[in-house]
Antibody
Framework: QVQLQESGPGLVEPSGTLSLTCAVS?????????WSWVRQSPGKGLEWIGE???????NYNPSLRSRVTISVDTSNDHFSLRLSAVTAADTAIYYC????????????WGRGTLVTVSS | EIVLTQSPGTLSFSPGERATLSCRTS???????LAWYQQKPGQAPRLLIY???NRATGIPDRFSGSAFGTDFTLTISRLEPEDFAVYYC??????????FGQGTKVEI
């Protein structure tokens, strides 16, 4: 079974760039599927950020597209998120996730990592 | 753009009761693109139902999903103590590929 683990700084300064990595185990990114990032602001709902395929092709939420880059490293089985020009509104728990059974859903999730934007 | 409306925001039940949660889409959608998740405090969401009515691997059969037009329903036939959580519906489609409802909290 695929397992996902997020890592990265827990504190980012305003106007800086948030960078996170998701390590994949129990499966290979190269085996296929899309690899997503989702965030959840404290006490709020879920917001999909974007996804990347093993080829490097990516799709983004239009609301964040201008600030987001998701990339993949198939040789090390991890994928990454970069979110630029962050503000306090970007403070959230960031999850990495991937396709579940049947497709069109997110069946596997990491445990999430809290990123706080503050000086 | 599809909007998912889950109402009410909070439902109160006792263990053993039947719970029916609603997710309404703003326009007609394809059922195979609708999923349900459970999220407990401090945990990631867990996939419960995919394609509107199919249980994900390892999900107890007290959880079921159904669809009628733009109304999607998650039913928990007999609430167990571990079922008290927040439930989200999710739709797959453009422009943001994964759109989530605002969630329904099932509380005691």
């Amino acid at each position: 079974q695929v397992q996902l683990q997020e890592s990265g700084p827990g504190l980012v300064e305003p106007s800086g760039t948030l960078s996170l990595t998701c390590a994949v185990s129990g499966g290979s990114i190269s085996s296929g599927g899309w690899w997503s990032w989702v965030r959840q602001s404290p006490g709020k709902g879920l917001e999909w950020i974007g996804e990347v395929y093993h080829s490097g092709s990516a799709n983004y939420n239009p609301s964040l597209r201008s600030r987001v880059t998701i990339s993949v490293d198939t040789s090390n089985d991890h994928f990454s998120l970069r979110l630029s020009a962050v503000t306090a509104a970007d403070t959230a728990i960031y999850y990495c996730a991937t396709d579940g059974i049947g497709g069109y859903n997110l069946g596997y999730w990491g445990r999430g990592t809290l990123v706080t934007v503050s000086s | 753009e599809i909007v998912l409306t889950q109402s009410p925001g909070t439902l109160s039940f006792s263990p053993g009761e039947r719970a029916t949660l609603s997710c309404r889409t703003s326009q007609s959608v394809i059922s195979k693109y609708l999923a349900w998740y459970q999220q407990k405090p401090g945990q990631a969401p867990r996939l419960l139902i995919y394609a509107a009515s199919n249980r994900a691997t390892g999900i107890p059969d007290r959880f079921s999903g159904s669809a009628f037009g733009t109304d999607f329903t998650l039913t928990i036939s007999r609430l167990e103590p571990e079922d008290f959580a927040v439930y989200y519906c999710q739709y797959y489609g453009r422009p943001a590929l994964y759109t989530f409802g605002q969630g329904t909290k099932v509380e005691i």
